[in-house]
Each structure stands twice: as C-alpha cells, then as structure tokens.
C-alpha cells in the first residue's frame, strides 16, 4: 500500500495480527459503542482504532492539504477512549485537531485520497452516507442508492471484531471498500443523474413475478444481478450492458428483457435502442437515446 490512487488490497489486516489483538479490539469496541457520538465521528475513531493497528508507529502522515474552515466534527482528543492508550507522540499531533481536520490536513498511512475525500464531504453533509451495524442486503443498497445515498458497514459485534468479514476482508478494509464506494457513487457529477434513474427503474421491476423466481432458481444470476443494481457505479450505459448481458445468460433472457423494457414504459425508438445494445450496431444516437431516458426517470432527493 504505497500509492495514493485508489487501489488497496482486500486484507489489510491479516487473522494472526487481528488475533493477537482480539482483547484490545474488543475492549475499545464495547467502549465505542458506549459512547454517544455522531456516525461520522465514530467512523472516524472506528478507523483510527484499525489503522493504529496496522501502523502503529507512523499511522499519521505529514500535512499535504490546507484547512478548511468549516462549522463541523469533534475535538479528537476529547472523545478518543482512554483504552485506546495513545502515545505522547499521538497526544502531540492530535492536540487541537477536530475528526474533520483529520481527514482534510493529513493523509493517512496506506489509505487512499478518496476515503479522506469521503469523509470530508460526509462530515460538510454533501453526502449523504448512512452508517449500519450489519451487511445489508442487494435490495437495501438498491434502495439507498434510489434515495442518492451509499451505505458504510461497521462490523462491531465483539464476536466478531477479529474475524475476515465474509470470509475476503478484514473490518477495516471492509469499511474502506464501502467508503471508496461512496466516492465513486458521489463522485461522478457527469454519471450520477443516469445512474439514479438506472436504479430508480430497476427498484420498479425487482417484484416482477418473472424476475423474482429467477432470482431464488438461479444462483448465477442472482449473484450477476444483485451486483450489477447494488456494487457496481459507472455509467449509465455500462450498467444497462451489463444487466443486459445478464439477463440474456438465462434461459428466458429474451422474455425477461421485453418485460424489463415493457415495465419501463420505453418508446419504439427505446426499445430499438436498448435491443441493439451489446450489437455492432448500436450507434452513438442510440447512446444518447438511452442515456437521455435513464437521466429523465430519476429525481434527485434531498
């Protein structure tokens, strides 16, 4: 983790070092659970408690960004538990800064620009993040996601503060994976109108008889599906190719894709559209087409 660009590996913390420190996990989890403190602020200790962790020496890197005067977070210092049992050195740093000079005066160790970017625009409520204690399911991404909102999951049931959250990725990085989600949901002025009303559509069609058997038959396709309409941010016409592109690997494809279409209410000339995507001969009118029908069926909410 020596860039700054986004990429991050699956396992920051591996089990053995996650083991090691099972009491102290568990110990400031409860702790922090007790505490009465704003979602953004308790992400913040959240990935401090982690990240102190897993550079327990150099977690804070030099300053690269200037301050922004801003109305927002906490004085660190004065909501950091006792059990974490920071240094002088961290005493020394974390003097007089707030969770939200954190992330905009310093970088962090290993944790790429967009978690700080994240975060920044979280705590100026520019975006709107919704913290859970649990791992949603596809249909409740879906739903936020509808109401222009991502998801952030904190794992912290003791039982399970020093395990691999489902198997692939530790806490930290799990937190970090919907962080850098958030970033790239939010993020992409041009793509975010297309890509709610993409999602607002989908959300209409999820209860369709058709859509729902094949979804509890087909194990392939619900895996396909449910990240194509809930993890997957890009552009609109990215995300219709790739649903569509799904729904044809089924047995049914054809019937399910002129439902889909039907249930949209589409016009001929967006029907001829969407049935010449993933073709030679969809065409840069086509595009146009769909990204104009997709933008014009999503309302951005408050």
């Given at each position: 983790m020596k860039n700054r660009d986004g990429a991050y590996k699956k396992i920051l913390l591996d089990p053995p070092l996650l083991k090691e420190n099972r009491d102290y996990l568990r110990t400031n989890i409860l702790v922090l659970k007790q505490l009465s403190l704003s979602s953004v602020d308790l992400t913040t200790l959240?990935?401090?408690?982690?990240?102190?962790?897993?550079?327990?020496?150099?977690?804070?890197?030099?300053?690269?960004?200037?301050?922004?005067?801003?109305?927002?977070?906490?004085?660190?210092?004065?909501?950091?538990?006792?059990?974490?049992?920071?240094?002088?050195?961290?005493?020394?740093?974390?003097?007089?800064?707030?969770?939200?000079?954190?992330?905009?005066?310093?970088?962090?160790?290993?944790i790429p620009e967009s978690i700080n970017r994240t975060m920044i625009n979280w705590f100026l409520g520019l975006w709107k993040i919704e913290m859970l204690e649990y791992i949603p399911n596809s249909r409740e991404l879906l739903k936020l996601q509808v109401k222009n909102a991502r998801c952030l999951t904190l794992i912290t049931d003791p039982n399970k503060i020093d395990d691999l959250v489902l198997g692939a990725r530790d806490p930290l990085s799990f937190a970090l994976h919907d962080l850098m989600h958030?970033?790239?949901?939010?993020?992409?002025?041009?793509?975010?109108k297309g890509q709610l009303g993409f999602y607002q559509l989908v959300d209409l069609i999820y209860d369709q008889p058709l859509l729902k058997s094949l979804l509890k038959s087909d194990k392939d396709f619900k895996k396909e599906f449910e990240?194509?309409?809930?993890?997957?941010?890009?552009?609109?016409?990215?995300?219709?190719?790739?649903?569509?592109?799904?729904?044809?690997r089924t047995e049914v494809g054809p019937e399910l894709f002129s439902l889909l279409l039907s249930c949209w209410n589409m016009n001929e000339a967006q029907k001829n559209s969407s049935h010449k995507?993933?073709?030679?001969?969809f065409s840069l009118d086509d595009e146009?087409?769909?990204?104009?029908?997709?933008?014009?069926?999503?309302?951005i909410l408050p």
């Open positions: 959240y990935l401090l408690l982690f990240l102190r962790i897993k550079h327990p020496i150099n977690w804070l890197q030099k300053k690269s960004h200037k301050k922004i005067d801003a109305n927002c977070g906490t004085d660190l210092l004065s909501i950091i538990p006792e059990t974490f049992k920071l240094t002088d050195w961290e005493k020394e740093k974390l003097k007089d800064m707030s969770t939200f000079d954190l992330f905009c005066l310093f970088n962090l160790k290993g958030a970033d790239q949901f939010f993020n992409q002025n041009e793509s975010l990240y194509v309409v809930s993890d997957m941010n890009a552009y609109v016409i990215h995300l219709f190719k790739c649903l569509k592109s799904t729904v044809f995507l993933n073709t030679p001969e146009m087409i769909l990204k104009n029908f997709f933008e014009n069926n999503q309302e």
